[in-house]
């Protein structure tokens, strides 16, 4: 049953496979560049741009959000850039991208809805890496 949250699982970490020699999730390439050659087949561009838009725009203001919690989580670390105005400007970024995001789910929900849900796999690899991560700094512990 594809419902089935173990094929659901067993599938996102087929994707989240990466190649031994070059590190490169090539199923999940594979499967990117086939959804990409079935997004092309209906010929309609402005499906195609609202479909990314909202994908692009949503991640842009997640990531500066993410800025923002890390500048103020962990002031301490070093920055290799400034902000210009910062906080306003990192705020006013986030506003814009969100706005542009909705703006494009009011227009064109089904593509949006798909750019959504196109991202649980690597979300989901993502999380998984991170939980890696912590267990395997956990082991070295004793030896730090």
Not at 18 to 30: D, E, F, G, S
Not at 76 to 84: F, K, L, N, S, T
Request: positive net charge; hydrophobic residues 45%.
């Amino acid at each position: 049953c594809i419902g089935d949250s173990t094929v659901i699982i067993a599938f996102m970490d087929a994707l989240g496979k990466v190649h031994p020699k070059t590190q490169a999730p090539v199923a999940a390439l594979i499967l990117q560049a086939s959804w990409g050659t079935l997004l092309l087949i209906p010929g309609n561009f402005n499906k195609l741009v609202s479909f990314f838009g909202f994908a692009s725009w949503t991640f842009y203001g997640v990531t500066i959000l993410a800025l923002l919690k890390l500048r103020r989580s962990r002031p301490e670390i070093p920055r290799a850039y400034g902000v210009h105005g910062y906080p306003v400007t990192p705020i006013i970024v986030i506003m814009v991208s969100f706005a542009l995001a909705l703006n494009a789910l009011l227009e064109s929900p089904v593509e949006c809805t798909l750019a959504a849900v196109s991202t649980i796999p690597t979300t989901h690899q993502s999380i998984k890496s991170k939980q890696r991560a912590r267990k395997f700094q956990q082991r070295l512990q004793p030896f730090t």
